[in-house]
Protein backbone atom coordinates (compact mmCIF):
# COMPACT_ATOMS: atom_id res chain seq x y z
CA UNK A 1 0.00 0.00 0.00
CA UNK A 2 1.16 3.28 -0.80
CA UNK A 3 -0.30 5.51 2.18
CA UNK A 4 1.91 8.98 2.71
CA UNK A 5 3.85 8.35 -0.31
CA UNK A 6 3.98 11.77 -2.32
CA UNK A 7 5.15 12.39 -5.76
CA UNK A 8 4.75 10.90 -8.83
CA UNK A 9 7.71 8.53 -10.27
CA UNK A 10 6.93 9.32 -14.20
CA UNK A 11 8.75 6.16 -15.15
CA UNK A 12 12.25 8.26 -15.23
CA UNK A 13 14.87 7.57 -12.59
CA UNK A 14 15.32 10.41 -9.58
CA UNK A 15 18.06 12.48 -11.79
CA UNK A 16 15.86 11.97 -15.03
CA UNK A 17 12.74 13.04 -13.31
CA UNK A 18 14.90 16.02 -11.55
CA UNK A 19 16.15 17.17 -14.63
CA UNK A 20 12.54 17.08 -16.36
CA UNK A 21 11.21 19.55 -13.22
CA UNK A 22 13.86 21.57 -13.89
CA UNK A 23 13.37 22.22 -17.63
CA UNK A 24 9.49 22.40 -16.72
CA UNK A 25 9.82 25.39 -14.32
CA UNK A 26 12.09 27.09 -16.20
CA UNK A 27 9.77 26.89 -19.35
CA UNK A 28 7.02 27.64 -17.86
CA UNK A 29 8.54 30.65 -16.09
CA UNK A 30 10.19 32.23 -19.39
CA UNK A 31 7.39 31.33 -21.27
CA UNK A 32 4.37 31.87 -18.61
CA UNK A 33 2.21 28.63 -20.67
CA UNK A 34 3.30 25.79 -21.64
CA UNK A 35 1.76 22.23 -22.82
CA UNK A 36 2.18 18.78 -21.05
CA UNK A 37 0.51 15.88 -19.46
CA UNK A 38 -1.56 16.56 -16.54
CA UNK A 39 0.23 14.29 -13.96
CA UNK A 40 3.82 16.46 -15.04
CA UNK A 41 1.83 19.37 -14.53
CA UNK A 42 0.80 18.67 -11.07
CA UNK A 43 4.14 18.01 -10.13
CA UNK A 44 5.76 20.96 -11.99
CA UNK A 45 2.92 23.51 -10.35
CA UNK A 46 4.13 23.20 -6.91
CA UNK A 47 8.31 23.71 -7.68
CA UNK A 48 6.96 27.30 -9.96
CA UNK A 49 5.21 28.47 -7.14
CA UNK A 50 7.89 27.91 -4.80
CA UNK A 51 10.15 29.98 -7.26
CA UNK A 52 8.03 32.50 -7.66
CA UNK A 53 7.80 33.17 -3.84
CA UNK A 54 11.51 33.02 -3.78
CA UNK A 55 11.56 36.17 -5.93
CA UNK A 56 8.96 37.64 -3.92
CA UNK A 57 11.10 37.20 -0.66
CA UNK A 58 13.97 39.09 -2.93
CA UNK A 59 17.12 38.76 -0.85
CA UNK A 60 20.70 36.79 -1.79
CA UNK A 61 19.76 33.46 -0.04
CA UNK A 62 16.27 33.31 -2.19
CA UNK A 63 18.15 34.04 -5.20
CA UNK A 64 20.98 31.59 -4.88
CA UNK A 65 17.79 28.72 -4.16
CA UNK A 66 16.31 30.04 -7.00
CA UNK A 67 19.66 29.59 -9.46
CA UNK A 68 20.00 26.36 -8.14
CA UNK A 69 17.05 25.15 -9.47
CA UNK A 70 16.39 27.43 -13.05
CA UNK A 71 18.76 26.60 -15.66
CA UNK A 72 18.80 30.10 -17.61
CA UNK A 73 19.75 33.11 -15.10
CA UNK A 74 17.91 35.14 -17.39
CA UNK A 75 14.75 33.59 -16.17
CA UNK A 76 16.35 33.73 -12.48
CA UNK A 77 16.37 37.46 -13.24
CA UNK A 78 13.10 37.72 -14.54
CA UNK A 79 11.37 36.02 -11.61
CA UNK A 80 12.85 38.33 -9.23
CA UNK A 81 12.00 41.23 -11.42
CA UNK A 82 8.90 41.06 -13.38
CA UNK A 83 7.27 38.18 -11.63
CA UNK A 84 7.71 39.57 -8.34
CA UNK A 85 6.25 42.49 -8.62
CA UNK A 86 3.73 41.36 -10.72
CA UNK A 87 2.43 39.01 -7.91
CA UNK A 88 3.60 40.94 -4.74
CA UNK A 89 -0.21 41.25 -3.38
CA UNK A 90 -0.95 37.45 -4.25
CA UNK A 91 -0.32 35.49 -1.40
CA UNK A 92 -0.29 32.36 -3.59
CA UNK A 93 -1.99 30.61 -6.25
CA UNK A 94 0.08 31.83 -9.36
CA UNK A 95 -0.65 29.17 -11.75
CA UNK A 96 -3.26 27.81 -13.08
CA UNK A 97 -4.37 24.16 -15.00
CA UNK A 98 -6.99 24.16 -18.22
CA UNK A 99 -7.48 20.75 -19.49
CA UNK A 100 -7.04 20.17 -23.14
CA UNK A 101 -8.39 16.52 -24.24
CA UNK A 102 -6.32 13.55 -24.39
CA UNK A 103 -3.01 13.34 -26.57
CA UNK A 104 -3.57 11.55 -29.94
CA UNK A 105 -0.67 9.34 -29.92
CA UNK A 106 -1.18 7.48 -26.50
CA UNK A 107 -4.67 9.62 -24.99
CA UNK A 108 -2.52 10.62 -22.31
CA UNK A 109 -4.72 14.01 -20.74
CA UNK A 110 -3.22 17.13 -22.05
CA UNK A 111 -3.13 20.28 -20.10
CA UNK A 112 -2.54 23.89 -20.12
CA UNK A 113 -0.28 24.85 -17.18
CA UNK A 114 -0.05 28.67 -16.75
CA UNK A 115 1.06 31.67 -15.31
CA UNK A 116 -2.29 33.87 -13.66
CA UNK A 117 -2.58 37.43 -14.53
Not at 29 to 50: C, D, F, P, Q
Not at 72 to 84: G, M, N
Not at 110 to 116: A, K, N, P
Request: net charge positive; hydrophobic share 35%; aromatic share 6%.
Amino acid sequence: MRHKVAGRKLGRDSGHRRALYRNLVTDLLNYEKITTTEAKAKEVRGLAERMITFGKEGGLPSRHRALSFILDKKVTAKVFSDLASRYAERPGGYTRIIKLGPRLGDGAPMVRLELVE
